[in-house]
Every structure is written in structure tokens, then in C-alpha cells.
């Protein structure tokens, strides 16, 4: 490790520095990630470009090696951890410059459930991947989801239960979106370890996710086609 110490990121050119970068993430490395975005934002870098080619990039190399089971929870809440230090120092500035948002998710643990470990991880690697998420932690009832939908505006609901006795209630929650006539506005994905795909099709899911990094892709697939609705429209 003598020569890990030698790197000064101050030193290294902006191309070096964002693949250092994304070294970094993968490693989990908090500090080291936090002085590389002040130095790029110090460099003249837009919040957004530093946003994307340093984190989002280096969250996507992560999320496809859990993927591929190279990399496990732990490393994966850690570079996830180290991601949310960095995008800490520019949601603010991201704010002020009206960055583009990929997409909006409110997320949260059915009613009776007070698993989150599976809902953290898909929460920080949507947050990972840009997009803009609203945690409304664990069970929560119907009231919970609906009311957190209309007032965040969002366009993902995303539900996780970690036992049988709760899965049921993911469907209650579809059904009175349904009920309110809401259900056609929201995309909404399920996950959670006794799940399949069978299930999220007899609720009437739009989508079962077996991990957090196919979670960041089926959103993202779902986004690309409803913005692409939307250009044709």
C-alpha cells in the first residue's frame, strides 16, 4: 500500500483525478472522495458534470460488479457511503444551478416490516445513478405511500419486504392507487428476498427487482420510455 500513499490528488490532471476517483468510490473511500469534488469544483468543473462523470460513472461500475457478484453489501454500502459524502457538498449547489433530475423515487418498507438494509442500498444507488430519492423508512401503511406520492411529486414508488406476512401488503397499495385512480402515473417497483417475478406481476407491479443495481436499471429504463412517450406526445 507505500505507493497508494503517494497519490495527492491535487496533482493529478482532471482526467486522472476522476478515475482516481472512481478508484476511490470502489474502495469505499469517504475523504478522499469529498477533497476530489472540491478539487474539480475548485477547477471550474459545473456541479452536474462532476455529479455524473465522477460519481454516477464510478456508482455504475460498482453497481455492475454486485451485479456479477465481484463486490458484496458491505463494499457497496461503503462506496455508496462514500458517494453520499460527495453529494452532500453539491446538492446545494445542484440545487441553485437547476441540474437535470433523471427521476424521482419515493421508497419505503411495507406496513409491518422493519427490514431496510435491502431499502438503504437501493435507496443510495438510485441516489447513485441521479436520481432524486425520498425515503420514508419503515412500515408504513397505505396512507404513508399515497400521501408521500402526491405531495414529492415523484414518479417511482418503490416498495421492500423482507417476510412473507408482509408482501401481501404491497398489494393493498397498488390497489388503492388504483381505487384513487392513480396507479397509471407511477411506476412502481418491488424487491425484497421472498419476491419474484410472478409475484410483481399478480400485484400488479410494474417491475420486481432482484437487487439494488437492477433496481437503478429498470428505473432507468422505465424513465428513458416515459420521457420518450412524453418527446412523442
Not at 56 to 77: S, Y
Not at 90 to 107: N, Q, R, S, W, Y
Not at 156 to 176: H, N, R
Request: proline share 3%.
Amino acid at each position: 500500500m507505500a505507493d497508494e500513499e503517494d497519490i495527492i490528488l491535487s496533482e493529478l490532471d482532471d482526467e486522472e483525478l476522476v478515475l482516481q476517483m472512481h478508484d476511490d468510490l470502489y474502495d469505499g473511500l469517504k475523504e478522499e472522495i469529498e477533497e476530489g469534488v472540491r478539487i474539480l469544483l475548485d477547477r471550474g468543473w459545473a456541479p452536474y458534470d462532476v455529479l455524473t462523470k465522477a460519481l454516477v460513472a464510478g456508482m455504475t461500475i460498482v453497481g455492475a460488479d454486485f451485479r456479477d457478484g465481484i463486490l458484496f453489501v458491505p463494499e457497496v454500502l461503503l462506496a455508496a457511503n462514500a458517494m453520499k459524502a460527495g453529494m452532500a457538498i453539491l446538492k446545494p449547489l445542484l440545487a441553485e444551478t437547476g441540474a437535470p433530475k433523471v427521476g424521482k423515487m419515493v421508497i419505503g418498507t411495507v406496513k409491518g416490516d422493519i427490514h431496510d438494509i435491502g431499502k438503504n442500498l437501493v435507496g443510495m444507488m438510485m441516489e447513485g445513478a441521479g436520481f432524486e430519492v425520498v425515503d420514508i423508512g419503515i412500515n408504513n401503511p397505505v396512507e404513508n405511500y399515497i400521501s408521500a406520492l402526491e405531495r414529492e411529486d415523484a414518479d417511482i414508488l418503490g416498495m421492500s419486504a423482507l417476510l412473507t406476512t408482509t408482501m401481501p401488503y404491497m398489494k393493498v397499495v397498488i390497489d388503492t392507487m388504483k381505487e384513487k385512480g392513480m396507479r397509471e402515473d407511477f411506476i412502481v417497483l418491488v424487491g425484497g428476498a421472498p419476491l419474484n417475478e410472478e409475484f410483481g406481476k399478480a400485484i400488479g407491479a410494474d417491475a420486481y427487482c432482484r437487487d439494488a443495481a437492477v433496481a437503478v436499471q429498470t428505473a432507468k429504463d422505465f424513465m428513458s420510455r416515459k420521457h420518450n412517450k412524453l418527446a412523442a406526445g
